[in-house]
């Protein structure tokens, strides 16, 4: 088993940044991609971006040049930089952990979310 843990998350106004973490234990070794999901309430959780262990990245379109996924040296955090947030950004975030193949993101694993609130 792989628990998830994020932090980070919080109120910021438009046009702010944020970063989100999110350390991994347990069976660290069965992880090869990490990830970050996004939901509303009453929407379906979304994709917001995966990094492998290689450090090769897929983004949602829709964050794109805005978020960037990045993953710890120690391989079992993956972190989650936020620029330019716009109130549609609001939503719980998720760190999840998986396995991938190119764009493919199978996630296995979930943390609990982390609200983020972007308002003026």
């Known amino acids: 088993q792989v628990q998830l843990v994020e932090s980070g998350g919080g109120l910021v106004q438009p046009g702010g940044s944020l970063r989100l973490s999110c350390a991994a234990s347990?069976?660290?070794?069965?992880?090869?991609?990490m990830g970050w999901y996004r939901q509303v309430p009453g929407k379906q959780r979304e994709l917001v971006a995966h990094?492998?262990?290689?450090?090769?990245?897929n983004y949602a379109d829709a964050m794109k040049g805005r978020f960037t996924i990045s993953r710890g040296h120690a391989k079992n955090t993956v972190y989650l930089q936020m620029n330019s947030l716009k109130p549609e950004d609001t939503a719980v975030y998720y760190c999840?952990?998986?396995?991938?193949?190119?764009?493919?993101?199978?996630?296995?694993?979930w943390g609990q979310g982390t609200q983020v609130t972007v308002s003026s």
């Open positions: 999840s952990a998986g396995s991938s193949s190119g764009t493919l993101y199978n996630p296995t694993y």
């Open positions: 347990g069976s660290i070794f069965t992880i090869y991609t």
């Open positions: 990094i492998n262990d290689g450090g090769s990245a």
